[in-house]
């Protein structure tokens, strides 16, 4: 089992070194602009940048976030404050005009303490549910809880630079696939008690 698990490591670290260094995939190229925009951000030569933006909506999410953490600003309120920082130079006008490109700061912002609770309990129910079933014997039950349980693990991944609840198709294909997921799941389980 430890010779295989090492096996498995050294294929998945051989997998990504390749995706690295092929020029095709622009993995490369992508990570070194990301080092770059960070570069630039904290020198404070450019704000206007993919990294250094996210950088100044999660400031100004954050301002905001300490200003109002109990209730939260609301959405218009969240505009409001988020121009009343521009104004003030403390965050760009990029700002203004879009979300925190965070799940976690953007809820925390808009709706505040409760706001951040009930978000985080959006993505841990499911994930203690679905990881109950994944020392299962059974590997169809096993096969659907991982599948269900990487469901909210991705969402809560990709919420760090993007906030795909703020999106009609963010909410539409979490709750989807969830149902979907969860009945599965449910379906397999019945069949292995019948």
């Known amino acids: 089992a430890v010779k295989l698990k090492l096996v498995l490591l ?10 690295y260094l092929i020029p095709q995939t622009g993995v490369k190229t992508r990570i070194s602009q990301a080092f770059y925009d960070v570069e630039m951000y904290f020198s404070g030569e450019s704000k206007n940048t993919s990294v250094g933006l996210r950088f100044d909506m999660w400031q100004g999410a954050i301002k905001l976030i300490i200003d109002k953490p109990l209730t939260g600003w609301g959405r218009e309120g969240y505009h409001e404050g988020m121009q009343a920082l521009a104004n003030q130079g403390e965050v760009t006008a990029f700002a203004v005009e879009n979300h ?30 679905f990881s109950n079933y994944l020392a299962s014997p059974n590997m169809e039950l096993r096969a ?12 809560i991944d990709f919420g760090l630079s993007q906030a795909f609840l703020e999106h009609n198709s963010g ?8 149902v979907v997921l969860w009945g599965c799941l449910r379906s397999v389980e019945k069949k292995e008690a019948a």
């Open 10 to 19: 050294i294929i998945l670290l051989s997998f990504i070194a390749l995706v």
């Open 144 to 155: 659907v809880a991982t599948a269900g349980a990487l469901l909210p693990v991705a969402f």
């Open 171 to 178: 909410v539409m294909i979490y709750a989807f696939w969830l």
């Open 100 to 129: 925190a490109h965070n799940d976690f700061l953007d809820s925390f912002a808009r709706r505040g303490l409760l706001g951040l609770l009930t978000l985080l309990m959006l993505y841990l129910v499911p994930l203690h549910l």
